[in-house]
């Protein structure tokens, strides 16, 4: 089974249309969403009907921090940028697309595999995990073999050894990573629709079941097609700036 | 074990009990070669670093490629029983010659270029073997040096699960780089400085920093030099000892940037720039080593990845036809060599002149003057090169005697690993037409990139 993870969406369909394109390429089988389609971007309605078309032909789509605020009046721990593209996300949806999001499950978990837009310890107080201390936290709170995360924004690979020791690792774009069973393993996928270390092409990671063999890809898109539609949109134009170098 | 069918795999006997695994000889009917089965030692109470080790083996092992590796077949994973089945090469590993040190320096280079040739494929694989020594290098039939044993190898596309798990450094005590003996696993450059170890080894017979037993006295190689190779055997020749102390010097960067540029100098001896390395005749005195020991530059972990590193010290190669040339494209040739050569600090050049024999040998070799005509192409080579005002060492001059130009460049250009090639064309097409195209034939089949100077409209 191939599964392709896609997190950190962010409205920003071109980058997520390019991802699914490079995933069908290369042969996926499924299609997991790992949360927060929506915010930041400019084409929040489009990409929740592409996910919602993606949910009824199979895909698993999870809630994310961002998905749970453009439900919500709530913007708590956002900075401006973040909160004024919220506010004007609110205003993009449809009833329907609210159906949509407020159904979706925080985790999913199956074959020893755990999915969860933030971390495993507290799915719903959407805590980061910025380093080998957060993965350590994740990882003791689950009996999960492997743990696949978002939220962050920068690829990270942890491993949790029989010595007790965290593990930090920056996977490297095409280069496959063998998650050996008796080891167990946190992975946070790149943003797709909003990357932030550095390189502006759009992350996802395509993942191998038997056996477990994860490979984080970079996929360039037109960035400059997603920018000026959030300069067209009227929102921050450092939302736009932010896409042309990746930070 | 022996009799024993794992997976298909049917295990005869030992080859070989070492402390981390053993090694089985094994047979399968799908796979017509001498195979190996490694399976490591997971007893109570084993060392849980054989396990890392041998885990860090099963991910890097499937990924390697080529003559320098034993070819990876099948491997078994923890959940049942690990093993990984491979190539088996014959003979005997380059340890069995540690009796008959030292060796003749000839052959001590030999050996040397080999295990270079072997360590360049590998880093341009991403990896970092990190134990090089006389146990794990083998030699197939036509020569070619194998490294075996990756479970102490750094991948830089895999996490490394040796540098997280553990704090002592692994490795082998005489030959460990001492930035390995600081815990740094990320620097190339350390299997340059184990290979400069084995080759001191192997031309004097004595280890250059004996056998140390604890870390204290590893990390003693961080400011206290080795004895000159030739205070132990006066007979080894300045170029050697030049050669062994560069690859061992404390820092990195003042060792060969890549193995490439070390199999280079051990081919060609003649070419290897003398400096105050191969004057030595004594270890520093004490006062320099004191001052070494308290103001200490230790290596730091660099931050470029290994193919970052090699690729910023190439070795090119020009090719230098003074026959079909005019001054306007001898000129232009050396422009485009000194814009290559100005942004890698690393680099060097090879500069090479075709000197055509005739295909019946009865060829002399002194023209009606009675000038030695190689002699004269070496000298009008190292005129061409002269206004590029490169440091010496860091240019060498070769006069190629062939029938074939093209062949001459091709096969240069494949036993010394140049990383690209630059050529003038000659200029005028009916010449071309009627002589072949020397540019053409490189470029179409040379082992690396080329490129092929031309005068815009030039005739």
Known sequence: MRLALLADIHANLEAFRACLDHARDRGADRILLLGDLVGYGADPETVLDLAIDLVAGGALALLGNHDEAALGGGSTGMNDMAATAMAWTRTRLTESHRRFLGALPLTEEEEGRLYVHSEGSAPALWRYVSDAEAARRSLEATTAQATFCGHVHRPALYALGETGKVTPFRPVAGAPVPLARHRRWLAVLGAVGQPRDADP??????????????????????????????????????????????? | MPGRVIDGFTVAGIRHEGGMAVLYDVTHPDHDLPMLMKVPRLREGEDPAAIVSFEMEQMIMPRLTGPHVPRFIAQGGFDAEPYIVMERIGGEPLSHRLRALPLPPPEVAAIGAAVADALDDLH???????????????????????????????HETLPDLMAEEFRL??????????????????????????????????????????????????????????????????????????????????????????????????????????????????????????????????????????????AAAPILAVAVDFAEMSDDLAGALRNQVQKMLASRPGARLACLNVLKTALLSLDTTLDEHGRNRHVQRLVELQHWARPLGLAEGRATFHVLEAADVADAILDYARANLVDHLVLGARASTLQRRVLGSVSGKVAAEAPCSVTVVRRRGGD
């Not at chain 1, 970079?218 to 450092?238: E, H, M, N, S, T």
């Not at chain 2, 694989?125 to 075996?148: S, T």
């Not at chain 2, 990320?186 to 080759?199: K, M, N, Q, V």
């Open chain 1, 201 to 247: 092409a759009a992350c996802y990671m395509m993942l191998e079941t038997v056996p477990l063999v994860a490979t984080w890809h970079r996929v360039p898109y037109d960035v400059a097609a997603a920018a000026a539609k959030i300069r067209a949109a009227g929102l921050p134009l450092g939302l736009a700036e932010r896409l042309l170098v990746g930070r």
């Open chain 2, 169 to 310: 450094p692994y490795g082998t005590v005489p030959y460990m780089a001492p930035e390995q003996a600081l815990g740094i696993r990320s620097e190339s450059r350390s299997d340059i400085f184990a290979l400069g170890a084995l080759l001191y080894q192997f031309a004097t017979a004595d280890l250059p920093f004996g056998e140390p037993q604890h870390l204290k006295g590893v990390k003693e190689r961080l400011w206290r030099d080795p004895v000159p190779p030739r205070r132990r055997r006066p007979a080894i020749p300045p170029w050697l000892q030049e050669v062994i102390l560069r690859c061992l010097e404390v820092l990195p960067e003042n060792r060969y940037p890549t193995a490439a540029q070390l199999a280079f100098d051990l081919r060609h001896p003649e070419q290897v720039a003398l400096g105050p390395r191969a004057e030595k005749t004594r270890r520093d005195g004490w006062l320099t080593v004191l001052h070494r020991r308290f103001r200490q530059q230790e290596p730091v972990a660099r931050r470029l990845g290994t193919r970052t590193q090699i």
């Open chain 2, 124 to 154: 341009h694989q991403n990896v970092i073997h990190l134990d090089v020594k006389p146990a794990n290098i083998l030699f197939r039939d036509n020569g070619q040096a194998v490294l075996i044993d990756y479970g102490l190898a750094h």
